[in-house]
């Protein structure tokens, strides 16, 4: 069968995943079933990837198996269903083009991901996902999120912090926040982790002089923010 036929037949709206996402899409109608049915056949087959490669939304639908794929091919393949198994007239697109992090909590369909954000000096990285995109869909009032299994109330439902380049920083060093809560967050460059092509450590004002280099901590120090906050 293809993934599409194995998730019309409703088989893994029950599995643990689906169940969730279910009951956060309120378990009521005909865009919860399928969306919980969408998103227990992801978290069975497909791996998250960051880059879609050649993989095709209708390509993805009409094939069967393990995929590696991206969120903005599991966001049009979503799409394709609402509309043309649902013929849903009001499904549009939902864009976020910034950086931000993730709300506690939320989870990506493969369950190998964990996330691209963690404390300075540890080996996890599972506190948040920094995007600097991120696609979902709406269609009654709701947004749907099949990345990260989610229903959000509006387009900014998964954010939980914009993030903000550190000038002179090369793209190192992004904050978020403001005052004595600022954070800090340092690109760890030649890592990776399951997903992502980038990892981000969490930095207390404490731990930049020992972490950083020389330029990065004089463009973090000069930092209107780091220095309107006293934290340096």
């Known amino acids: 069968m293809s993934a599409r036929a194995d998730i019309l037949s409703g088989k893994f709206q029950k599995s643990p995943a689906g169940a969730g996402a279910h009951a956060r899409a309120g378990k009521m109608g005909a865009a919860a079933d399928l969306f919980a049915s969408f998103v227990g056949y992801a978290n069975a087959t497909w791996s998250y990837t960051a880059q879609p490669g050649g993989q095709t939304a209708p390509g993805l639908l009409d094939g069967d198996g393990p995929k590696n794929v991206a969120c903005g091919t599991v966001r049009e393949a979503l799409k394709i269903m609402l509309r043309d198994d649902l013929q849903l007239t009001d499904v549009s697109n939902e864009d976020i083009n910034e950086y931000f992090l993730t709300k506690p909590g939320l989870e990506c369909f493969d369950s190998k991901v964990k996330g691209n954000v963690g404390n300075h000096g540890r080996t996890t990285f599972d506190l948040a996902c920094h995007f600097s995109t991120h696609y979902f869909v709406s269609t009654g009032g709701k947004h749907y999120d099949p990345c990260l299994m989610a229903v959000y ?59 950083l280099p020389r330029n990065l901590l004089d463009s973090l120090k000069n930092d209107p923010d780091v220095k309107s906050a006293a934290l340096l």
């Open 153 to 211: 109330t509006t387009r900014d439902g998964p954010i939980a912090h914009r993030t903000r380049l550190i000038q002179g920083s090369e793209g190192a060093l992004r904050k978020a926040g403001a005052g004595r809560s600022l954070l800090i967050l340092n690109l760890l460059r030649g890592r990776s982790v399951p997903g992502f092509g980038s990892v981000w450590e969490l930095l207390a004002p404490s731990e930049c002089k020992a972490a």
